[in-house]
């Protein structure tokens, strides 16, 4: 073997060593959500955030962006500049609106899917209407959101919604891998989970999903110590170890509507949810559908999320499988070769004025 | 393992033997043996110290230490395989839904006497509780939305009124 590789080796190793040494004495705290960005609209702990487009020839339809509800943050989408699928996005001329939903506490345990479905989702649509003066807009539902947009667009299909993208939303919760069986009704008992904590409590959140898949703070850990030379590679890792560790609350109505009439009743693809004493049908869904599953997906798996093209009326859909999981179809370098740019030209391709 | 042996067929080996090892775990763990902690860890080492201890000593090949990344992440996802398996079973669903109850059954009424407790301590130093602050944010969220409601209302009436072409 060549005495340049082993001494190079042992630089590495050094290296390592002094980088995750300042990971734990020295811990800095990484500066996220950098794009720029103004506020239009707050409701309770929800707010309306606008992202001004930064380049590219700008699309006349705006997007409005719904990530997951409770559980994380929404900046994962905006991690780092250079690695944010927000910035990708406003960069490739798109306005862009995101949806954080917000952290709840105590006073927000009364919020129920209802709420969000038939009061926040349209209201919030009608304000990205009104701020980007547009006549209507592109809705982009991740996780959560997708089913949560899902069921607006079904409520309200006058909506000027031109086209709607389901990103690793789980529609048929039948097919929605370990979580379907470990909440079957006949195991979790949901209500006395709810009566007793008030809401589905964060710490609660993360045990659920570190137990999802027990082994990847292992492999998280791994990779880190062989790429800890590289110090790009430990600033990306702080800012993805920061969301990946900040867990938040579910209000304690929403999470047993959710795990009653979504996880173990499957009511959205059955035609038998009701909200505010309307069925949802997912039938009256007719704008352009595009649906992204990632094929190693276990919190979302594929065919969850495929369900939804079969479920809607329009005549323009399509599914595509990506590689990755439930995280890395939407960050990081996975997601900035394959979901972005998939994402950004479906939409650019019907955005009109 | 023959130091003739080249990274790739040290790759092949280590990757069998994890795949039998893996399949020996998931019947252990079908059988709700109790899972043996060192040998979960065993091959990791041994495998990584080897890969060390030529790298030093006989100057392996250049990608020896690329054979123990993959060696390492083709372990973990062997592992991770095993492990979901295992917990996608009725039983274990049974079990944590079992646990989960039993966390409830000792956690629920200490919450509760500590709640008490702590209301009634507020209560004597004139404080609010935490059930009556977060009433009192319940109240203005409440009032938030019937602001907008009334809004929207506003806003209909005036669209309505507006002549067409405005």
């Known amino acids: ?169 789980p529609i048929d919760f039948a097919k929605a891998g370990l979580f379907t069986c470990w909440m079957d009704k006949r195991v979790f008992d949901v209500d006395r989970l709810i009566n007793t904590y008030g809401s589905m409590p964060a710490e609660m959140v993360r045990l659920g999903f570190k137990m999802l898949k027990p082994t990847t703070d292992l492999s998280t850990l791994t990779n880190l110590w062989w790429n800890a030379w590289n110090e790009r590679y430990v600033e990306g890792f702080k800012a993805l170890n920061k969301w990946a560790n900040e867990f938040v609350p579910m209000p304690g109505e929403f999470f047993r509507q959710w795990v009653k009439d979504f996880y173990q009743e499957n009511k959205l693809i059955r035609g038998q ?62 997601a900035a070769n394959n979901l972005w740019p998939r994402v950004s030209q479906w939409l650019a391709q019907r955005s009109r004025a | 393992m023959s130091s003739s042996q080249t990274p790739d067929e040290i790759f092949r080996l280590w990757r069998d033997s994890m795949a039998k090892g893996a399949e020996s775990w998931a019947k252990v763990l079908g059988q709700g043996q109790r899972p043996d902690v060192y040998q979960f860890w065993r091959p990791f080492f041994d495998q990584g110290m080897e890969a060390w ?76 509780s935490r059930r009556q602050v977060a009433d009192l944010a319940e109240l203005v969220v409440a009032l938030e939305s019937r602001i907008e409601a009334l809004e929207d209302k506003i806003e209909a009436l005036l669209h309505r009124e507006r002549p067409a072409g405005d």
């Open chain 1, 1 to 169: 073997m060549a005495e340049g590789t082993i001494l190079e080796e042992i630089e590495r190793t050094l290296k390592r060593l002094a980088n995750t040494a300042q990971l734990v004495a020295k811990p800095t705290e990484p500066e996220v959500g950098q794009t720029p960005r103004t506020l239009v609209y707050r409701r309770n702990k929800s707010r309306l955030y606008h992202y001004p487009v930064q380049g590219g020839s700008p699309h006349p339809t705006p997007v409005l962006f719904v990530p997951n509800l409770g559980i994380s943050r929404p900046y994962i989408f905006d991690l780092a500049p250079g690695g944010s699928f927000i910035e990708y996005m406003v960069k490739g001329g798109f306005n862009f609106y995101l949806l954080d939903w917000g952290v709840f506490g105590d006073e927000d345990n009364a919020l129920t899917v209802d709420e969000c479905v038939t009061e926040i989702l349209p209201r919030v649509i009608r304000r990205v209407l009104r701020h980007a003066g547009a006549p209507g807009l592109s809705l982009l539902g991740y996780c959560m959101g997708a089913p949560l947009s899902a069921c607006a667009l079904a409520l309200h299909p006058r909506e000027p919604v031109r086209a709607f993208v389901n990103m690793a939303g």
């Open chain 1, 273 to 334: 949810l009701r909200v505010r004493g309307r069925r949802v049908d997912l039938a009256k869904i007719r704008c352009p559908v595009l649906v992204v599953g990632a094929r190693e997906d276990n919190i979302c798996p594929p065919a969850c999320a495929r369900a939804l093209i079969e479920a809607v009326s329009s005549v323009e859909k399509e599914y595509v499988e990506l590689p990755g999981g439930h995280i890395s179809l939407v960050a990081g370098r996975q």
């Open chain 2, 53 to 128: 201890s030529r790298l030093l000593t006989q100057g392996a090949a250049p990608d020896l230490l690329e054979s123990w990344k993959k060696f390492q992440d083709a372990w973990i996802e062997a592992w991770s395989k095993v492990l979901t398996q295992a917990m996608g079973t009725e039983n274990f669903a049974a079990a944590l839904g079992k646990h989960l109850d039993q966390h409830l059954s000792a956690i629920g009424p200490a919450r509760k006497q500590m709640a008490e407790v702590g209301e009634e301590m507020l209560r004597v130093l004139n404080l609010p």
